[in-house]
């Protein structure tokens, strides 16, 4: 059965870290592009960062720059994404997708992708 699964969300602090973690089951992640997504209560779903299937390039919205930062482990089918400095607007419901498309810029936000987590909630409180 194919499925990504998020974890590591929580509740923290204003100014706080959290790591999300996005492990694929049932396929490998190896030539996949992973998008990092959010959605929060009463909002459109938005585009957080990308990275392509090598690691090589990452994408972020300019809400979260210089503050999270993906990575991936090919090795273990795990992406990760570290947020720092964290804050009450970054509250959200985060998931992650897989596909195999990749396009080097903010149009890997908007891209179709084939797999999605069931997702993880973060709260950032002030």
């Known amino acids: 059965q194919v499925q990504l699964v998020e974890s590591g969300g929580g509740l923290v602090q204003s100014g706080g870290s959290l790591r999300l973690s996005c492990v694929a089951s049932?396929?490998?992640?190896?030539?996949?592009?992973i998008g990092w997504f959010r959605q929060a209560p009463g909002k459109e779903r938005e585009g957080v960062s990308c990275?392509?299937?090598?690691?090589?390039?990452?994408i972020y919205a300019d809400s979260v720059k210089g503050r999270f930062a993906v990575s991936r482990d090919n090795a273990n089918n795990t992406v990760y994404l570290q947020m720092n400095s964290l804050k009450p607007e970054d509250t959200a419901v985060y998931y992650c997708?897989?596909?195999?498309?990749?396009?080097?810029?903010?149009?890997?936000?908007?891209?179709?992708?084939?797999?999605w987590g069931q997702g993880t909630q973060v709260t950032v409180s002030s």
């Open positions: 997708a897989a596909d195999r498309g990749w396009y080097p810029d903010s149009r890997c936000f908007i891209q179709v992708y084939d797999y």
């Open positions: 049932g396929f490998t992640l190896d030539y996949d592009t």
């Open positions: 990275i392509s299937s090598s690691g090589s390039t990452k």
